[in-house]
C-alpha cells in the first residue's frame, strides 16, 4: 500500500524559513508526480506547486518566489522549502502524489504550519 507521511512543521516565527519533508513508500518513488498543497484556516486546499520524477516544477502562480519544490529520488523524499514565512502562510499543508496507472491521487496525512508575528 502507498502511504505518504509528511513532516517539518510546526510553529515558527515569520521572516524565517521553514523545509518540510513528505516521504513516500510502499511504491517505485520516481514514477510518480509529487505535489504540495496547503489549506489555510476556513479555506480551501491550494495547489502550491508540483515536481515531476524527472525534477520538472510547477508554481501556482501565487507561490511563486518564496517556495521551492524539490526531490530526492533515492529518499523516496520530495521537499518544499517556504522562505520569509508571514503569517498568511498558516495552513495544513499536504503532499500528494499522483502516477498514471492510478485513478486518483495519494494524500498524506498533512503537517501544521504556524507563522507567529
Known amino acids: 500500500q502507498v502511504q505518504l507521511v509528511e513532516s517539518g512543521g510546526g510553529v515558527v516565527q515569520a521572516g524565517t524559513s521553514l523545509t518540510l519533508s513528505c516521504t513516500l513508500s510502499?511504491?517505485?518513488?520516481?514514477?510518480?508526480?509529487m505535489g504540495w498543497f496547503r489549506q489555510g484556516p476556513g479555506k480551501q486546499r491550494k495547489l502550491v506547486a508540483k515536481?515531476?520524477?524527472?525534477?520538472?516544477?510547477t508554481y501556482s502562480d501565487s507561490m511563486k518566489g518564496r517556495f521551492t519544490i524539490s526531490r530526492d529520488n533515492s529518499k523516496s523524499t520530495v521537499y518544499l522549502q517556504i522562505d520569509n514565512l508571514s503569517p498568511e502562510d498558516t495552513a495544513v499543508y499536504y503532499c500528494?502524489?499522483?502516477?498514471?496507472?492510478?485513478?486518483?491521487?495519494?494524500w498524506g496525512q498533512g503537517t501544521q504550519v504556524t507563522v507567529s508575528s
Open positions: 510502499g511504491s517505485t518513488f520516481s514514477s510518480y508526480e
Open positions: 515536481i515531476t520524477g524527472g525534477g520538472s516544477t
Open positions: 500528494n502524489a499522483e502516477h498514471p496507472a492510478l485513478t486518483r491521487a495519494i
